[in-house]
Structures are given as structure tokens and as C-alpha cells.
């Protein structure tokens, strides 16, 4: 299965003819995007790693890294490998070293989880062909606006620029009906 390193584009709110709609983290995978839907939670979580922005007290992401680091265990990867009626799976990579041993591991997570966890510790984030081939879509039919280079070609300042979803009701949509 032939698999390629995705980047976070950015996390925010689909906007579609109804208004906002529900928080989605943005990979970028192949010069595609795909959007994964995720929690309000689970999107203020990956902002605040996006943004190295510390918490008060740990976010649940922040403390299984610290978690696994006391263990002697390192994340190594997050792999999202299959998308099944509009549901996004994903695993994690592990390793542990104990008596100069190395023990690998593999963990099912949500793939908002792993996001949330590489983030923290600048791992990649692995996406599989078929995820891509099956959610990926154009940036121009997403209506997404690469901020930095809107600026660029249209003098923006310090405007914020947001992402257009399109239509939420749309027949077309890999997601299903439940997004989470």
C-alpha cells in the first residue's frame, strides 16, 4: 500500500450555504486536501499545539505524551490507512525501549487523535493512497484559501481568511452522514 506524508493545512469551520458547520482539520496529502471532521474538543486541541500555545493544565493529548515518555515509549508515526462509510481510521506507531530492547507497538486511534498527538511531538502523519483517492479533493473546490499567499496576491493585511466547504448537504460527500 503506497502511502504519502501529509501536512496539517489548518483546523477551523466548514462554512457551507446554512453558515458555519462543524470543526474540520485540514491535511494536505498529494497537492489535495482532505478534510477530516473532528469535535470542537478535539479541534481547540490541535490549534493549541498548531499554535504551541501552553495550556493551564494538560490538555489529555498533552499528558498521554508525557505519559508515554515516562514510560520510555516514543510515538514514532500516526498512519491514517482507511476511510469505511465515511469514517476515517488511523493508527499509532509506537516504540519502547526496555533493557536495551526495542519493543514496537501499534495502537487503533481516531485519526483527530493522532493528529492531536503528532503535532505535539513532530511526527509524521501518514495517509494511504486509498484514503487519499477516496477524500482527497482540490483546494478550488473546497473554496480554501491559503491565507499567506491571499495576502501575497491581494494585499490582505492582517485579515483573517476562513474556509468554504461548500454545501454540507452535498450527495457527494465520502463522510456519510455523521461526520464524527
Known amino acids: ?18 453558515g458555519p458547520g462543524h470543526p474540520v482539520v485540514l491535511l494536505r496529502v498529494r497537492e489535495e486536501l482532505i478534510p477530516i471532521f473532528v469535535s470542537a474538543d478535539q479541534a481547540q486541541s490541535m490549534q493549541h499545539a498548531l499554535d504551541g500555545t501552553p495550556f493551564e493544565r494538560p490538555l489529555t493529548h498533552d499528558l498521554f505524551v508525557d ?6 515509549a516514543a510515538i514514532d508515526r500516526i498512519r491514517i490507512d482507511d476511510l469505511a462509510d465515511g469514517t476515517f481510521y488511523a493508527k499509532i506507531d509506537t516504540e519502547q525501549y526496555t533493557d536495551d530492547e526495542r519493543t514496537e507497538m501499534v495502537f487503533d486511534a481516531r485519526p483527530s487523535d493522532g493528529i492531536a498527538l503528532a503535532l505535539r511531538v513532530d511526527c509524521p502523519i501518514i495517509v ?27 494585499d490582505l493585511g492582517d485579515e483573517e481568511e476562513g474556509f468554504d466547504f461548500g454545501d454540507d448537504d452535498d450527495d457527494d460527500s465520502p463522510f456519510g452522514d ?3
Do not use: I, K, Y
Open 1 to 18: 500500500m503506497a502511502t504519502h506524508e501529509a501536512t496539517v493545512e489548518g483546523v477551523g469551520v466548514g462554512v457551507g450555504d446554512d
Open 67 to 72: 505519559m508515554v515518555a515516562e514510560f520510555g
Open 178 to 180: 455523521d461526520p464524527f
Open 128 to 154: 494511504s493512497d486509498e484514503v487519499v483517492d477516496q477524500a482527497g479533493r482540490d483546494p478550488d473546490e473546497l473554496g480554501f484559501v491559503d491565507e499567506e499567499e491571499a495576502r501575497r496576491q491581494h
